[in-house]
């Protein structure tokens, strides 16, 4: 019996075998594969950041080992995936091209110049939604426009049908005869030289294995009381499967029906459930919101704040670097900057607070806390961090109220009351005493003493007066609108 043509299957951001469609058709046509994962040369300031990198090197390396173990060895190339893909299918006259859908800018440009291309050399192109429960254009209005915000997005999406039910990975797939050119791992240079991320092994196992794992303990530990402990930094109560879900290891409609599955056994679940597949969802709505308005990437969404009055590059340098490193002197936000640094992760109620500091208590640009995050998170994800920044600045879709204006001292009492995360990131506070450890500065002389916290030297003053920059905030929130008006 002749062998058929080979089906090419382009990793983009699938890095597993459950619940791969791409896989399961070609082993249902039974035709052999060519599994290729590209890295494109950099393009832009939002190319992969140096966390995000280190995440790519470990799971791709062990997608190697199961492809592997599967019986069809994982390609790897560094270039113009359209120019590599294109000549790999002309050379192997190949039966297909399969590929994961992707909703970045650039990724749809990729994906439209390869159909044009492969499209004239008359092979088939294939993508699949391996990543997303809807497409940009599954939850629309009734004008059929994208929603603006995100509870009337949530609630149309629950009125469509169920997402389908995750496929079963092979157990054997076909491998083409003739060895395919491929780099070592390490010609990627993905994994950064320098000591930074030597601790995200502490806290993470990237790869397929690794985000079973996690959900797993999520639904053990945390789910049930998810409503009540998401908010608290110091305890496990997020799932922390970010960048499983970012990097394809786990897909969203593998989580929604283990959700689904353990809410079945127990109807008082519903609340916790449900409150935790609304950022299922709210994952689906910051990348319609990208699709349809790809250039909110680096401007407002909302004009008017074009003319925003921030305070000019050359002046805050020394602030933004302060905040980088969590030495602003305010303990919840140094904590975040600090947790982010080590791990390459951050709480998202601290994200918030940070993030509503940066621009409304620094007046720094919400484009420099953008690309920080980018560089620093191993969950970055454009949709994502372009909708958070620009609803923290008050800017984008559903955006908090300009007048909103995160205090860090009562949100630190509030979600960290007893100071345990603050203590944890920041151990040079860590003998304040909860009364004074979101605000050390009013601590009398004699209780800095005995905690051994010395202002300005075994902790920064702060870099700013919270109430006289709330002030300038809101004034100069006033004007814009006012200018709009």
């Not at 299957?9 to 597993?16: A, D, H, M, T, V």
């Not at 879709?397 to 203590?423: S, T």
Request: proline share 9%; charged share 20%; with cysteine.
């Amino acid at each position: 019996m002749p062998t058929l043509p080979p089906i090419i299957i382009w990793i983009r951001q699938c890095f597993r075998l459950q619940d791969n469609p791409m896989l399961t058709e070609a082993n249902r046509l039974g035709h052999p594969v060519i599994p290729i994962f590209i890295l494109k040369n950099p393009t832009d300031s939002w190319s992969p950041g140096g966390a995000t990198r280190w995440w790519l090197h470990q799971s791709l390396k062990q997608l190697q080992s199961t492809y592997q173990q599967l019986g069809a060895p994982l390609v790897l190339q560094k270039g113009d995936p359209v120019t590599i893909v294109s000549n790999l299918a002309e050379q192997h006259q190949a039966a297909g091209v399969f590929y994961d859908k992707c909703f970045e800018p650039d990724a749809l440009q990729e994906e439209a110049q390869l159909a044009a291309l492969l499209g004239k050399k008359r092979i088939p192109i294939t993508a699949f939604r391996t990543n997303y429960l809807f497409g940009p254009n599954d939850v629309l209005n009734n004008a059929g426009d994208p929603y603006q915000v995100f509870t009337p997005y949530w609630k149309k999406s629950l009125q469509l049908p169920p997402p389908a039910q995750p496929v079963v990975a092979p157990k054997q797939i076909q491998s083409v005869s003739t060895p395919i050119e491929s780099l070592m791992l390490e010609d990627l240079n993905l994994d950064p030289q320098m000591s930074w991320s030597e601790t995200f092994f502490e806290y993470w196992q990237p790869g397929e294995y690794g985000a079973q794992d996690t959900l797993t303990h999520f639904l053990e530990n945390g789910l049930n009381g998810y409503l009540s402990e998401r908010d608290k930094p110091a305890v496990e109560g997020v799932s922390t499967l970010s960048p499983y879900l970012h990097f394809g290891e786990i897909s969203p409609r593998q989580v929604w029906y283990v959700v689904k599955a353990w809410l079945k056994k127990d109807s008082s679940r519903q609340k916790p459930a449900d409150g935790f597949l609304r950022q299922l969802i709210w994952r689906e709505f910051a990348t319609q919101m990208l699709v349809h308005r790809p250039d909110t990437v680096n401007t407002p969404l909302k004009e008017e704040f074009n003319a925003f009055p921030w305070e000019p590059e050359q002046s805050y340098s020394p602030t933004l670097k302060a905040w980088q490193q969590g030495r602003t002197g305010y303990p919840i936000v140094d904590a975040g900057m600090r947790q982010l640094w080590a791990t390459g992760w951050m709480h998202n109620r601290v994200r918030m607070i940070v993030a509503s500091f940066l621009v409304k208590d620094l007046f720094i640009p919400w484009q420099e806390g953008a690309k920080w995050f980018w560089d620093t998170l191993l969950d970055a994800d454009l949709a994502n961090n372009t909708f958070g920044w620009q609803w923290t600045a008050g800017c984008g879709a559903d955006a908090a109220p300009y007048f909103r204006v995160f205090n860090p001292i009562l949100q630190g009492e509030k979600f960290d009351p007893n100071g345990d995360y603050v203590k944890r990131w920041v151990p040079e506070l860590a003998y304040l005493n909860k009364k004074w450890i979101h605000k050390p500065w009013e601590a009398p002389p004699v209780i800095r003493e005995e905690a051994e916290v010395k202002a300005g030297k075994t902790y920064p003053n702060r870099i700013v007066d919270h109430h006289e920059a709330r002030t300038r905030a809101l004034a100069s929130y006033q004007e814009i609108r006012a200018q709009k008006a």
